[in-house]
Structures are given as structure tokens and as C-alpha cells.
């Protein structure tokens, strides 16, 4: 059985920690390790060694600690998209890629979902997502070398995923995202239920992530640029009609950006 565990780091970053569970405690996999030094000291606490790597794109959070990591366990494998900007991968994989960590029982398929950044892509296993930040719990990346249409077009593929598919990101950003998405549908129950709950989370020092994809799909407005409130909502911010889906998640990805975060 597939234990997933958060490695917090940082300020607000997951690094996710994938093992086969007790009995069968041996190789470990990491999905982006932005730092080594909290990695190392959980892997030491559960006497795991390190497998493999699955890195989402090429930014520091979320692939600083490679070398370190490597420099401990020089056999594991490290799974990154085709990006000269990370230069420690062992495997380059794209969109149908399969992945199978040495040491784990489960494989994963690999999907590009670019906007976050050109090469981001995404791991799909049994029913759960490791999506970096592509989608985050009641929000999404911000654009950085991507495209606000290649962003648009990741979250729908991510959208039409079982509404079951739990969605590991990489970030703790959830009640600030929350908040947002209150200014985009300020009537919705099920955001003021959702906000209850994370702010319990949080009070109680857990995650809000893993969230599942039925939850963003009614409460995350990235997700939601097909219903009658976004859309206006998005317009009142644009000051104009928008016509298309990509339309209205851009005004509400450029929005959040210039007046909210
Ligand atoms: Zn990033
Ligand atoms: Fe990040």
C-alpha cells in the first residue's frame, strides 16, 4: 500500500515522501526536493534510503536539494521533464511517459501540463496527482515562462481527471487562495465550508493538501471558468464581455495577481 507523507520545507512548500509502507520499508521516492536537509533527516528517522526523484520543473523550491540528495544515494533515480535549467536528471520524460521508482510498488504516468513554466509536467498514479504548481488547493500557479493559454488548457486536463484523483501540490497556499476565491464567488457555501475546514487544518499545524479534485472542482474558481458567477466576475475585473473559458481564467489568474497576492 502506497503511504504518502509530506516533508514540510521552507515556508510553505511540500516535498512528498512516497514508501510501500511498514514491512516493506526499504527505498523511499521524493517528489520535488527543493531542500536536502529535512529529506535526509526523515529518511534517517524511518530508515529509508532514497530510490528516486520525481521533479515537476525546473524551479529552485522544488529542485535545490537534488544534489545533495544524490551526493547520500548516487543510485537513485531522478525523473525531470526536458529543461536545460535542470541539469541533475538521470531520466528525461514527457507527456505517456511511464514511471516505475525502483523500490516502490507503484508506477506513475507522466503528463505535461505547462503554464507554471514552459516544462512542467505532472505524475498520474492510482488515483492521485503529484502536480507541483500547476493546480494548487483552491488555486493554481502563477505564469511565470509559460502561457496564460498553456495554463488554462494543464487545469482542464487536470479537471477531466476521476473527480476521486487526489491532488498532492507543492505549496501550503490554501487559505490565502481561499480568499481569493471568495472575492470571485462570495456566495458559494461550499467555499465559506471549505474555508472553515482548512483554517481548522492549519489551527491544528496539519495540511490542507492533499484536496480531492471533487472539492476544487466546486470551490476553486481556476477550475470554474464555465459557470455564470466566475464569468461575470471575471468580467467586472476585465470591464469587459469575455467570450472564452481561456478568457475568463485569465482575467481571474491576472486579477488575483494585481490586486490580491
Ligand atoms: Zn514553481
Ligand atoms: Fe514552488
Not at 3 to 10: G, L, V
Request: aromatic share 8%.
Amino acid at each position: 500500500m502506497l503511504q504518502i507523507e509530506p516533508i514540510p520545507a521552507f515556508d510553505d512548500n511540500y516535498i512528498w515522501l512516497l514508501h510501500n509502507g511498514a514491512g516493506d520499508h526499504d527505498r523511499a521516492t521524493v517528489v520535488d526536493p527543493g531542500d536536502a536537509e529535512p529529506v535526509i533527516e526523515r529518511l534517517r528517522a524511518d530508515a529509508l534510503s532514497l530510490g528516486a526523484i520525481l521533479l515537476t520543473h525546473h524551479h529552485y523550491d522544488h529542485q535545490g536539494g537534488v544534489g545533495d540528495l544524490l551526493s547520500l544515494w548516487p543510485e537513485a533515480m531522478v525523473f525531470a521533464p526536458e529543461d536545460t535549467r535542470i541539469r541533475l536528471a538521470t531520466q528525461r520524460v514527457g507527456e505517456g511517459d511511464q514511471v516505475r521508482p525502483p523500490g516502490l510498488a507503484t508506477g506513475f504516468h507522466v503528463r505535461e501540463v505547462p503554464g507554471h513554466t514552459a516544462t512542467h509536467i505532472a505524475y498520474l498514479g492510482e488515483g492521485v496527482l503529484f502536480c507541483g504548481d500547476t493546480l494548487f488547493a483552491a488555486g493554481c500557479g502563477r505564469v511565470f515562462d509559460g502561457t496564460f493559454e498553456q495554463l488554462a488548457a494543464s487545469l482542464r486536463r487536470i479537471a477531466a481527471l476521476p473527480a476521486e484523483t487526489l491532488c498532492y501540490c507543492a505549496h501550503e497556499y490554501t487559505i490565502a487562495n481561499l480568499g481569493f476565491a471568495e472575492w470571485v464567488e462570495p456566495q458559494s457555501e461550499a467555499l465559506a465550508a471549505r474555508m472553515i475546514d482548512a483554517k481548522a487544518l492549519r489551527a491544528r499545524g496539519e495540511p490542507t493538501v492533499p484536496s480531492v479534485l471533487a472539492l476544487e472542482l466546486a470551490t476553486n474558481p481556476f477550475l470554474r471558468t464555465n459557470e455564470p458567477a466566475v464569468i461575470s466576475a471575471a468580467e467586472g475585473f476585465a470591464g469587459h464581455r469575455l467570450t472564452d473559458a481561456t478568457a475568463v481564467f485569465t482575467a481571474l489568474r491576472r486579477w488575483k495577481d494585481e490586486r490580491y497576492d
